[in-house]
């Protein structure tokens, strides 16, 4: 039997999933503070300009109403995000959109739409940049320059950073082109993405002159929105005090926005004297935040005649909106996924993010890597077919294995076997089977079947030196009670954090799983333990944890009764807790902390862009079956199947819930979001026109776990939480292609797109329809 206090491994119910299902649980619109009054945003209008006028109806009473624009602001009226040129508020000229230029606070939130409608803003309006391509252009006005402030950005116009990333013999890469047996060229895009939180964003700020700043929010990264209050208000960090309330979903959508309506809130709070709540409905959140970046990739490969890789060329571009907010980091992130989990002899990587002017793009799920990934699992499969390859035998032959080195030059030492995973995959999906069956049944049927996969991996942490730089810290204090209780600044917004840290403080500690408390956010009263992001809490904050329960376990080792060394049961729970309260009235208190330790083998060099990316990986093989109705010309996935190696599985309920979530939003960035932007702005930006999958679209999808430990995570656990949106997008249309011999390129893939294609002809363009050797996939050189 296994050991009663035993809970790594295992399903313990959520630690705040009781209040979730009684209705106690309280986010934040629930919350009502004395005094407290209400806040709204002025956005523009139009996408580029100079503000000329602001002018406000007289009908309004506007002297119950208080008005802060940016000669209001204490200190700098920018965001900071990596760099300084987002603006906290603009005052004379507007950038994209929906850009904020006026707040107003009131007592009764009923009159503030009207009040809204009533600000009248006059513009000189200026030619705006829409596209990668429009930004890109030599002729393109400049649209955006770093703040004199930042001294790392590029020196291209309307670049927010650049990267370039070489391995093997790039030096040769020209006569490796030269006497290729193939040469495979293709451009991939995707599309924007809403993250679509069950709760919109939303904050209560509150201002002291003598305390400070308080804000109550709805967000992923406490101490992102305290470094942002510090500029704004020109404050010391002590006070720039952020709570986190019980948040209803993020995605990446928290982890940044929340330093705007913040700082917004705050900003109100300190004009007005009073508490002010600024809770979005979904058309402002939708119109007015962060999205996933729009990208273009672009494929040239060297390929010999029996499938190997030679060579690549990969060019990586990402539209990041009209600010940089965290573009330069998923730009890095998408740049190092680009290779995916394959060898290549020699490769160069380019990687720009563009400034165009729609409302900044930021963090979602994934963070760069499903665009690359997506253009590379497509790019594989074109090349299978011009060799004559089938798509898994071209990534046999080509996978990485142990010993092997990434493209950023990091040997693998973890036990990873892509050729297990990849037959166990393709068996338990019966992907061969199906691909049989839907080659005898297409031909007569106006459903087309078909079946496709994606192979591909993760990096669980931050980008490179990222986790040195973040320095991240940890305790766990024992309360009066005698009970241990987590302190860190990782926040539960619906994935599982509280959940699984408790397990692994339980686990360590050797006691019950119920005995283990942690706190809410509290930057007054948590250290900093880094943002909750870059699928790093399991991992890294876990591992904090673990060692932080170690160390509080060997303080109260001469209060422990003694057992031997082969003793499962080292003591009891009422024996820790006496051991607890025997240590606190001797010392009064107990803080454990355990502060992130690079390993020694985890090095990278931002100069050459090389090194030891992550500190470890995780792997997986996705398999899609899919359905083409040749009459109505929609494609749906109908049956998927996700196999992933992700270290020591800490909750297998949760876990699974995370892929399965993951899936749900892959099948929607493939096949229905698609972002309608109209000068800049998002013109379907509610639920009945931005259309994303329902429970009553998906497939079953079917789960399966390999668990090989990994020493940088408690108990052997790696990150999972963005690698499930990384694999089905290319996996789906690698199936539609399956099915109708059409190699799509760009997601969303709506009906109208593929009626486009499956209607016209090869004169007017559909060149893939029917390829052959002799067609547009490549170009044929003689060794």
């Given at each position: 039997m296994p050991d009663l206090l035993q809970t790594v491994g295992f399903s313990p119910i959520r630690k705040e999933g009781a209040a979730k299902v009684l209705g106690q649980a309280k986010y934040v619109d629930d919350l009502s503070f004395p005094g407290m009054w209400f806040g709204a945003t002025v956005r523009s209008s139009i996408a580029r300009g100079r503000i000329v006028s602001i002018t406000f109806d007289p009908a309004i009473p506007w002297d119950e109403f208080v008005i802060v624009t940016a000669a209001d602001i204490p200190g700098q009226n920018t965001i900071v995000h990596l760099t300084h040129d987002h603006r906290c508020l603009a005052s004379d000229r507007v950038n994209h959109p929906d850009e904020p230029i006026l707040l107003l606070a009131h007592p009764d939130r009923a009159v503030l739409p009207a009040a809204v409608a009533g600000v009248h803003i006059t513009y000189k309006e200026l030619p705006g940049?829409?596209?990668?391509?429009?930004?890109?252009?030599?002729?393109?006005?400049?649209?955006?320059?770093?703040?004199?402030?930042?001294?790392?950005?590029?020196?291209?116009?309307?670049?927010?950073?650049?990267?370039?990333?070489?391995?093997?013999?790039?030096?040769?890469?020209?006569?490796?082109?030269?006497?290729?047996?193939?040469?495979?060229?293709?451009?991939?895009?995707?599309?924007?993405?809403?993250?679509?939180?069950?709760?919109?964003?939303?904050?209560?700020?509150e201002y002291s002159a003598t305390d400070g700043v308080t804000v109550h929010g709805s967000l992923q990264c406490p101490y992102y929105l305290v470094h942002a209050l510090e500029l704004v208000f020109n404050l010391p960090e002590e006070k720039c005090r952020v709570i986190q309330t019980e948040t209803g979903g993020a995605f990446g959508g928290k982890e940044d926005f929340p330093s705007v309506i913040g700082s917004h809130a705050a900003l109100l709070a300190m004009k007005s004297g009073h508490p002010v709540k600024i809770c979005y409905d979904r058309a402002e959140d939708m119109a007015g935040t962060t999205k996933r970046h729009p990208s273009r990739s672009r494929h040239r490969t060297a390929v010999s005649k029996d499938g190997k890789i030679l060579a690549g060329e990969i060019d990586f571009a990402l539209d990041g909106g009209a600010y940089a907010t965290l573009t330069p980091v998923v730009l890095s992130r998408g740049t190092i996924h680009a290779p995916g989990p394959y060898h290549w002899p020699a490769l160069r990587v380019r990687a720009k993010a563009m400034a165009t002017n729609l409302p900044p793009h930021g963090a979602f799920r994934g963070f760069g890597a499903p665009q690359s990934i997506f253009a590379t699992e497509r790019h594989m499969n074109k090349i299978a077919k011009v060799v004559g390859l089938s798509p898994e035998e071209l990534r046999r032959r080509n996978l990485l294995g142990i010993g092997d080195h990434t493209a950023t030059g990091q040997l693998i030492t973890d036990t990873v076997n892509m050729q297990h995973l990849l037959t166990r995959a393709l068996d338990e999906s019966s992907y061969h089977a199906k691909r049989a069956e839907f080659a005898r049944t297409n031909p007569s049927s106006p459903i087309k079947r078909g079946m496709g996969f994606?192979?591909?991996?993760?990096?669980?942490?931050?980008?490179?030196?990222?986790?040195?730089?973040?320095?991240?810290?940890?305790?766990?204090?024992?309360?009066?009670?005698?009970?241990?209780?987590?302190?860190v600044s990782a926040t539960e917004f619906g994935q599982g954090t509280n959940t699984i840290l408790c397990q692994v403080a339980a686990e360590t500690l050797h006691l019950p799983y119920e005995d283990v408390l942690i706190a809410q956010p509290d930057t007054s009263h948590v250290p900093n333990s880094g943002p909750t992001v870059a699928s790093r809490t399991a991992m890294i904050v876990g591992k904090l944890v673990e060692r932080a329960s170690q160390s509080l376990r060997n303080t109260l080792s001469p209060y422990l009764p003694s057992t031997s060394e082969t003793s499962t049961t080292p003591y009891t729970p009422a024996e820790f807790r006496s051991a607890a309260l025997a240590y606190l009235a001797e010392h009064g208190t107990l803080v454990a902390s355990a502060r992130y330790e690079a390993p020694g083998d985890i090095l990278w060099d931002d100069e050459s862009y090389r090194g030891a990316a992550y500190p470890a990986y995780a792997w997986a093989v996705y398999v899609a079956e899919v359905a083409v109705d040749t009459t109505t010309y929609s494609a749906t996935c109908t049956d998927f199947y996700a196999l992933q190696e992700v270290g020591k599985v800490l909750h297998p309920v949760l876990a699974k819930g995370q892929i399965e979530g993951g899936v749900a939003q892959g099948i929607g960035y493939a096949l229905y979001e698609k972002c309608v932007w109209q000068k800049g702005h998002m013109a379907n930006n509610q639920m009945t026109n931005y259309i994303m999958p329902t429970?009553?679209?998906?497939?079953?999808?079917?789960?399966?776990?390999?668990?090989?430990?990994?020493?940088?995570?408690?108990?052997?656990?790696?990150?999972?939480?963005?690698?499930?949106?990384?694999?089905?997008?290319?996996?789906?249309?690698?199936a539609i292609e399956d099915a109708t011999g059409i190699a799509f390129t760009e997601i969303p893939l709506l009906p109208e797109d593929i009626f486009e294609r499956m209607t016209s002809t090869p004169e007017s363009g559909s060149e893939d329809l029917e390829p052959t050797n002799a067609g547009p996939y490549f170009s044929e050189t003689t060794a």
């Open positions: 940049v829409f596209t990668i391509e429009e930004s890109e252009a030599p002729n393109a006005p400049a649209i955006w320059s770093p703040a004199p402030a930042d001294h790392q950005h590029s020196t291209q116009k309307n670049t927010f950073k650049t990267y370039l990333m070489e391995s093997g013999d790039t030096s040769n890469l020209d006569h490796i082109f030269a006497t290729a047996d193939y040469i495979v060229e293709g451009e991939y895009r995707t599309g924007a993405q809403e993250q679509l939180y069950i709760e919109n964003n939303g904050v209560i700020a994606a192979t591909f991996f993760h990096g669980a942490g931050f980008t490179g030196s990222g986790e040195r730089r973040l320095n991240s810290l940890v305790h766990i204090e024992l309360t009066p009670e005698g009970r241990p209780q987590i302190l429970s009553a679209d998906l497939p079953p999808i079917r789960v399966a776990f390999e668990e090989i430990p990994s020493v940088h995570g408690p108990f052997g656990a790696k990150g999972i939480g963005e690698l499930p949106m990384d694999g089905p997008a290319p996996a789906i249309l690698n």
